[in-house]
């Protein structure tokens, strides 16, 4: 924990996107070679910390912003307000906004507003989810569902919330129970698995470490997009337990972490086909 809360992003620009002083997000303009034509799409990330802790630069991981900034993709972190302050929902609908103001400014911040990738961890990676399925969230704040060309879930969980019970019991269960209550029609309203038909964000890409319970969760999310027509691929890496789960966040960007050069990899193939 106190190498991810060090490990803080350098450069970029923070963004006011809403009237809360913890509405900012930051921003790293795209470090591309003079040669390449056009407008890069754009990667927003969501940290974890099961909604109730962390920062938009204090558990992002800086080795992924350096990497993708540096391969030519622009990248945002966004902050948002912490549960028990808002709910869940409120914290999706924040991250909704933050999209939608990216989207309009994206001519003067010099990447393409139609291309834009949603990348999260842990809790993030949920909201992540929540976004590229549920479209309520992204309607209310304006953003239209075909603008969102991919979803990257880095270790997430509670993709079907009730189930995380069994599948997961201990601290990630409580967590659960805190952040989103034990009301089950809420549990399901909550869970991307029970919104994953289409419409849903072009493309899913789930990167999981071995913590069983959530890898179970991400084959059932998996299926369920698969069913809806969208296309989704399903990687499982090395590494166990939190140990494995804070590994995948601080290490994603390392030429040398076997996931970097998957999620590189599937970001190239979404933007060729965007």
């Known amino acids: 924990m106190a190498q991810m809360h060090a490990d803080v992003p350098s450069g970029g620009e923070d963004l006011s996107y809403g009237p809360s002083h913890i509405h900012v997000l930051r921003y790293w303009k795209p470090n591309f070679p003079e040669a390449k034509k056009g407008r890069p799409p754009i990667i927003v990330f969501i940290h974890g910390g099961s909604w109730r802790v962390g920062t938009y630069l204090d558990s992002i991981g800086s080795k992924k912003v350096e990497h993708l900034v540096g391969k030519g993709y622009a990248f945002a972190s966004v902050n948002y307000t912490l549960v028990p302050n808002v709910s869940v929902q409120n914290q999706v609908q924040e991250v909704a906004n933050a999209v939608y103001y990216l989207s309009q400014h994206a001519e003067d911040l010099g990447f ?143 030429e040398g972490y076997p996931a970097t050069g998957k999620k590189l990899k599937e970001l190239k193939k979404k933007e060729s086909e965007a």
Request: hydrophobic share 45%; net charge negative.
């Open 112 to 254: 393409d507003g139609d291309r834009i990738v949603i990348m999260g961890h842990s809790s993030g990676a949920h909201v992540a989810a929540l976004l590229g399925t549920d479209t309520r969230y992204l309607a209310k704040a304006g953003v239209a569902i075909d603008k969102i060309k991919g979803v990257i879930t880095l270790d997430g969980s509670n993709f079907n919330c009730a189930a995380e019970l069994l599948d997961s019991p201990g601290p990630v269960a409580d967590n659960m129970l805190v952040g989103l209550g034990s009301d089950p029609a809420h549990l399901r309203d909550m869970s991307p698995t029970y919104h994953a038909r289409a419409p849903n964000a072009k493309v899913f890409l789930l990167l999981q470490v071995q913590r069983q319970g959530d890898v179970r969760q991400a084959v059932e999310f998996e299926a369920a997009l698969l069913a809806a027509g969208t296309e989704v691929e399903l990687r499982v890496f090395e590494g166990e337990s939190f140990e494995g789960h804070i590994a995948m966040l601080l290490q994603l960007g390392d």
